[in-house]
């Protein structure tokens, strides 16, 4: 596998553990990005971190700050954070068992791809690959990435478990907070058998390959076409 792991480590159920590495799933490499160039050099532009009362200061002097209220910061060093940081034990441990129908699409984030970490984990990570697939569960497990706890779910996919990370509550809005403006209406039912039939006619099977970003595509035609008038370097 060319790609570089995104977290690795060890998986745990119970007394079975077995090294493991985690891949995403998803890739970004084929969005359309762009820097802030001016026109007149071709130069990219370089952003100068600035204080508005003394002009511009190095990024090394630089701590964190958390407003408390308008105007007022609690400032934190790197120490000071580094000092409260979860020590990351390297392990996903698996706490619970639950349906995946009782996981609101809600909570579901990002996906990751959980594999064995060389040949002397294939064994363990096959006998609780497996059990999982008998049983028809999702398990439930926490692991530290990027300095930060995260709840993940682990489901059996392919030859490997798919890992994707889960929002807690805190993160998700109750829809009451969006839906209660709505008005209460009687839908017709002429109409509703209308779009029913429609709904019937454009029935069909998801083919994500046949949708496609056509802003992102546009993008990519036009810088082609202006490609050729780039100024050279």
């Known amino acids: 596998m060319a790609a570089r792991p995104t977290w690795s480590g060890h998986l745990r159920l119970s007394l079975v553990t077995c090294p493991v590495a985690m891949y995403t799933a998803t890739s970004t490499a084929g969005d359309v990005s762009f820097h802030l160039i001016n026109p007149e050099t071709g130069n990219r532009i370089k ?9 511009p200061v190095s990024r090394g002097d630089l701590v964190k700050g958390y407003e408390v209220e308008k105007g007022r910061y609690v400032l934190l060093t790197n120490e000071e954070i580094a000092s409260v940081r979860l020590e990351s034990t390297r392990v996903i441990d698996i706490e ?47 692991v530290v990435m990027h300095t930060r706890e995260r709840l993940v779910a682990l489901e059996p996919r392919g030859k490997g478990l798919m890992a994707t990370t889960l929002r807690v509550a805190d993160e998700v809005r109750s829809a009451d907070e969006v839906f ?54």
């Open 96 to 142: 619970r068992f639950v349906d995946a129908a009782e996981i609101d699409r809600l909570y579901w984030e990002k996906p990751y791809y959980l594999v064995p970490d060389g040949k002397l984990g294939v064994e363990a990570f096959a006998v609780i690959r497996e059990a999982m697939e008998r049983s028809n569960m999702v398990a439930l497990g926490r």
């Open 180 to 233: 209660s403006g709505i008005p209460d209406v009687k839908a017709d039912e002429g109409m509703i058998a209308i779009a029913e039939k429609i709904i019937e006619q454009q029935h069909g099977a998801f083919e994500p390959e046949t949708f496609r970003d056509r802003y992102e595509d546009a993008l990519r035609a036009l810088i082609a076409e202006k490609e050729g008038s780039a100024p050279k370097k």
């Open 47 to 55: 952003m100068i971190t600035t204080d508005p009362d003394t002009g």
